[in-house]
């Protein structure tokens, strides 16, 4: 009795990952709509969105410090006790990430909806 075949179930990233890697012995089996130039200028255009939300969250992180840096006046404000430097870095710096990454996720989706 013969075993049956094992078939390999990959996503499209990967296939495409694979099939750059032009590995002797390996035969993919790509769906007959698959189209590997819109595949690839949507992963160019998501990877340079991510390259402009890090380069933004990078001048935000950097700015953060600098502004408190000459704005002593930011650490003698107090808010509940706290000085609104602390509540600068501590606290409005997350609401702000979470919003990068969704902007990021709508983005990419986006650029990948448009072929």
């Not at 990952?17 to 032009?22: G, K, M, T, Y």
């Not at 969250?57 to 704005?71: E, F, H, N, S």
């Not at 501590?90 to 709508?106: E, Q």
Request: hydrophobic letters at 55%.
């Amino acid at each position: 009795m013969s075993r049956p075949r094992r078939v390999a179930v990959v996503s499209p990233q990967t296939r495409l990952a694979l099939a750059r890697r032009s590995a002797a012995g390996r035969h993919l089996v790509l769906p007959p709509d698959f189209d590997a130039h819109a595949a690839r200028r949507a992963y160019l255009r998501q990877r340079r969105l991510a390259a402009l939300t890090v380069l933004a969250l990078a001048i935000l992180l950097l700015a953060l410090p600098l502004l408190i840096a000459t704005v002593p006046q930011l650490g003698m404000v107090r808010l509940a006790g706290i000085p609104l430097s602390w509540l600068l870095v501590g606290v409005f710096l997350y609401p702000l990430l979470l919003l990068a990454a969704l902007i990021l996720l709508r983005r990419a989706e986006r650029a990948e909806r448009t072929r």
